[in-house]
């Protein structure tokens, strides 16, 4: 079984807010991607979000919906063991609840202010405190899956 890291970008702060996923990817333990696609979130992308992400409505127009996308990563999120997301907390109320199954979601952000004695940081500082190397674009789902897999890695070697 597999360990996978998972990251999304939204339309906004809450899905209870009317947000959306606009992208969303899943890498491999080896940093390998896994699912790397844009979604279209049937809502305009703000201008706000759009400044974080930099995903545009015209990059959305043709992807997949939001259930074509979790027809594809319901069984990719099967096959692990467990499944790493820096801030947990914000990223899973923007899928089904059903979908984790018996796989087990660690939060990596939580994980690591734990084992720093300190309060949770945003992805950018913890990276850059491990020594992340970025590939990508911070913001983008697959450079934020890679930089919480370099998280959980100094994580687990400390565990």
Known sequence: MATLYLDTETTGL????????????VADDQGKPVLDTLINPGIPIPADATRIH??????????????????RLRPIIASAERVIIYNASFDMPFLPQNIWGSTHVNCAMRTYAELRGTKWQKLEAAAAQVGHVWTGTQHRALADALAARSVWHWCRARL
């Open 14 to 25: 809450s899905p209870a807010h009317g947000a959306a996923l606009v992208e969303l990817a």
């Open 54 to 71: 930099g995903i545009t409505d015209a990059m959305v127009r043709t992807a997949p919906s939001l259930s074509a996308v979790i027809a």
